[in-house]
């Protein structure tokens, strides 16, 4: 099985090791996972919605598709592209945070599909994208993707704490008739 997520991950870390070193090789492994990632499909070159994965024995993409791996490719892209000014990185990271909105919004709140068909309480696969397009926010040149990301990440605030309580606890409710269990785990 080849995993997007842990390709994606390689490229985020070899992003930053390439900013950090300006060791080539870093650079290289970044093109090649991600030329990879689109030619075999994980990545669809048209919607750039990422699959979960590729069965390598027979082939077949997985058919779900987890924010969470495009949060990842973002932060990559957008580290590459402050890491060596080719506007090819940002682009690429624009079109992948263009699938977020288009497909991980509800009236701009982030969510999760796989999770169900409304916004929850912010989970594990949300993190990646949050903190992917606060790091895309700060790199990107393009003020309207900058006027979207503030849309989302102000409707996804204000969506997730509204239950807080005076102290600020907020995002965990501990009833248990309200956990959501999600392929085994419970949120």
């Given at each position: 099985?080849?995993?997007?997520?842990?390709?994606?991950?390689?490229?985020?870390?070899?992003?930053?090791?390439?900013?950090?070193?300006?060791?080539?090789?870093?650079?290289?492994?970044?093109?090649?996972?991600?030329?990879?990632?689109?030619?075999?499909?994980?990545?669809?070159?048209?919607?750039?919605?990422?699959?979960?994965?590729?069965?390598?024995?027979?082939?077949?993409?997985?058919?779900?598709?987890?924010?969470?791996?495009?949060?990842?490719?973002?932060?990559?892209?957008?580290?590459?592209?402050?890491?060596?000014?080719?506007?090819?990185?940002?682009?690429?990271?624009?079109?992948?945070?263009?699938?977020?909105?288009?497909?991980?919004?509800?009236?701009?709140?982030?969510?999760?599909?796989?999770?169900?068909?409304?916004?929850?309480?912010?989970?594990?696969?949300?993190?990646?994208?949050?903190?992917?397009?606060?790091?895309?926010?700060?790199?990107?040149?393009?003020?309207?993707?900058?006027?979207?990301?503030?849309?989302?990440?102000?409707?996804?605030?204000?969506f997730n704490f509204q239950p807080c309580n005076s102290i600020w606890y907020c995002i965990r409710?501990?009833?248990?008739?309200?956990?959501?269990?999600?392929?085994?785990?419970?949120?």
């Amino acid at each position: 099985y080849k995993s997007s997520i842990t390709n994606a991950q390689h490229i985020e870390m070899g992003a930053r090791l390439y900013a950090y070193t300006k060791n080539q090789v870093y650079k290289d492994y970044v093109d090649r996972i991600y030329t990879w990632m689109k030619s075999s499909s994980l990545i669809d070159p048209t919607t750039y919605a990422v699959s979960d994965g590729l069965d390598s024995r027979s082939c077949t993409l997985n058919p779900n598709y987890f924010s969470y791996h495009s949060g990842v490719l973002i932060s990559g892209l957008a580290h590459m592209f402050k890491a060596t000014g080719d506007t090819t990185y940002l682009q690429e990271a624009h079109k992948h945070f263009a699938r977020i909105v288009s497909y991980f919004t509800i009236n701009n709140v982030l969510y999760d599909p796989s999770r169900g068909s409304a916004p929850l309480m912010p989970n594990g696969f949300l993190w990646p994208v949050y903190r992917s397009i606060g790091v895309l926010y700060s790199i990107t040149t393009d003020d309207s993707v900058k006027a979207s990301i503030r849309t989302v990440m102000a409707a996804s605030a204000a969506f997730n704490f509204q239950p807080c309580n005076s102290i600020w606890y907020c995002i965990r409710d501990l009833d248990p008739s309200k956990f959501v269990c999600f392929f085994g785990f419970v949120y």
